[in-house]
């Protein structure tokens, strides 16, 4: 099992920028993939992003293209969001997740089991 402890959510206007990380423990982190998902008030939860264990592919939802990018630093065991060009409908919880499958070349969305507790962001218009 991996444990996964975000940071980096906070306030910031439109337009703002934020650096959103989650740090895993427990498994071998160079080993799987890592994604990003958010629930905002009233929502389903929504896909934000992926990355390969490697690092090599990386996968975003709609509404994020362009704006947000994932990376990952195997040796701090951490996974990254950089978040610009915020809107208020970004406004969520954001959640870090990891893949339960090892060494794959790609992202399965259903294969993500552990999860961290998350953390707010808010973008105020």
């Known amino acids: 099992q991996v444990q996964l402890v975000e940071s980096g959510g906070g306030l910031v206007q439109a337009g703002g920028s934020l650096r959103l990380s989650c740090t895993a423990s427990?498994?071998?982190?160079?080993?799987?993939?890592m994604g990003w998902f958010r629930r905002a008030p009233g929502k389903e939860r929504e896909f934000v992003a992926a990355?390969?264990?490697?690092?090599?592919?990386?996968y975003y939802g709609d509404s994020v293209k362009g704006r947000f990018t994932i990376s990952r630093d195997n040796a701090k065991s951490t996974v990254y969001l950089q978040m610009n060009s915020l809107k208020p409908e970004d406004t969520a919880i954001y959640y870090c997740?990891?893949?339960?499958?090892?060494?794959?070349?790609?992202?399965?969305?259903?294969?993500?089991?552990?999860w961290g507790q998350g953390t707010q962001v808010t973008v105020s218009s």
């Open positions: 997740a990891a893949e339960g499958r090892t060494y794959s070349d790609y992202i399965l969305i259903t294969d993500f089991g552990s």
């Open positions: 990355i390969t264990w490697s690092g090599s592919s990386t």
């Open positions: 427990g498994r071998t982190f160079s080993s799987y993939g």
